[in-house]
């Protein structure tokens, strides 16, 4: 039965960017501070969890996209979107993107908990060993 369904993932996003404190970011990739999150639908066979979220990277011209390894699987993936150009960062910027990757690699393990404590039936999930 899927579990990652588009709604789902919302209300996922929304939980950890309510635990993000310290790590601004913006649901729904509106502007702001920090990176955006976006829950995107994402094609796939009726019934399977196909769960796609982007975070848009201010400091970077490229999107970082997470899903899951596979439907059913509680791991999920990143993949850097393609760049056509080279980039170059002062010092400032260069910190500001390593908190925007802590933050997309955070999300990551934050949606593997979830997926884990989804198929356990809502109970309590182990922590993830980091």
Known sequence: MPYRTKQTL???VAEFSAQAVLRPIVAGGQAGAGAAVEVLRHAGDPGED???I???LRNAATDVHLAPVA???PSWEVTFGPRSTFFALDRDALLSLSAEL???AELCAFLEFKSLEA???GQQAEPLSA
């Open 10 to 12: 919302e209300a996922w």
């Open 50 to 52: 196909t769960g796609l």
């Open 54 to 56: 982007v975070v848009r």
């Open 71 to 73: 439907p059913g699987s």
């Open 102 to 104: 802590a933050l997309a």
């Open 119 to 121: 198929q356990h039936g």
